[in-house]
């Protein structure tokens, strides 16, 4: 479980589809509100968690220990970084503690992971707090949301990866009760172009617990971002769960989509890649 303080808004928009980068341009300066899906500063942000979670799996994969360790997710990591971003204060992520991206995307520094970071026990640093999930992601963030309805403070719970069959039950008791819980899975398109033939009842689930199911581009992170911050906006308010379905293709690279995404908007810049490249490779090897 990763608790974590920051504030959020957004709404939320159809998948966009990748297409071929243009032209390099200078970034301007932007001036629109830092939470809007068309703050350009947002954007950079989640180009800035995908690239740190990229270089992070290049990084873990050359330690077999570390390999051991965590889930690697290179090619899906927009699923992380969109659903992870921008939580409130007293807000709780749930989520496998072998879930790498999710972890990164939470805050989880490249030092703590290489160096410091258990994937069992419990430690805290700064505004995060780890402790093992000897329970399925989803059982466990309801239980969150149960306390936190309890509580009356507006908090909420975004949990990543459970396997919705297994908390069919507990989803139920979401739905029923109103609590303030966003589901989120991954559904992979299989090498027949077909998804995961025990994933296509995740609406219908989401449905038997009386609360909505969203189909999203998993390789589009403004499309999850602003899916997720739709669905914590009404959690928040009383509208109780959400059930967010990422539909995944190989295929498609969520990085190079991004960037696409920025050039359009002329707001990619190769000389502040450079720099972030140089950052991010600092944090690795401090």
């Not at 505004?127 to 000897?134: D, K, N, V, Y």
């Not at 459970?162 to 609590?179: F, N, R």
């Not at 090498?191 to 589009?220: C, M, T, W």
Request: aromatic share 4%; glycine share 10%; proline share 5%.
């Amino acid at each position: 479980m990763v608790t974590k303080a920051r504030k959020a808004a957004g709404k939320r928009s159809e998948p966009k589809k990748p297409g071929t980068a243009s032209q390099a341009q200078a970034a301007p300066t932007t001036t629109n509100n830092d939470a809007s899906p068309s703050s350009g500063e947002m954007l950079r942000r989640r180009y800035v968690s995908l690239l740190r979670c990229r270089r992070m799996e290049e990084q873990i994969s050359g330690s077999p220990e570390l390999a051991a360790r965590y889930d690697f997710t290179v090619g899906q990591e927009a699923v992380a970084v969109g659903a992870a971003a921008d939580l409130g204060d007293g807000d709780t992520l749930a989520v496998s503690q072998r879930n790498l991206a999710a972890l990164v995307a939470a805050g989880v520094t490249p030092r703590e992971i290489l160096r410091e970071f258990q994937a069992c026990g419990c430690r805290s640093t700064g505004l995060l707090a780890f402790s093992s999930l000897s329970e399925d992601p989803f059982n466990t963030a309801t239980g969150i949301a149960l306390a936190h309805k309890l509580a009356k403070q507006g908090r909420v719970v975004v949990a990543i990866g459970g396997d919705a069959a297994e908390a069919s039950e507990a989803m139920k008791l979401a739905g029923s009760g109103k609590l303030p819980v966003i589901y989120v899975v991954k559904n992979s398109v299989g090498e027949d172009g077909a998804y995961a033939p025990h994933l296509k009842p995740v609406n219908l689930l989401s449905r038997d617990g009386g609360f909505p199911g969203v189909i999203v581009d998993g390789q589009d992170v403004v499309a999850v971002w602003r899916v997720a911050q739709e669905s914590i906006h009404r959690a928040r308010n009383g509208g109780g769960p959400t059930l967010i379905d990422c539909r995944m293709d190989r295929a498609r690279d969520p990085l190079a989509h991004m960037e696409h995404y920025l050039r359009k908007r002329s707001l990619w810049d190769e000389a502040w890649l450079g720099e972030l490249e140089q950052k991010i490779t600092a944090e690795l090897v401090s």
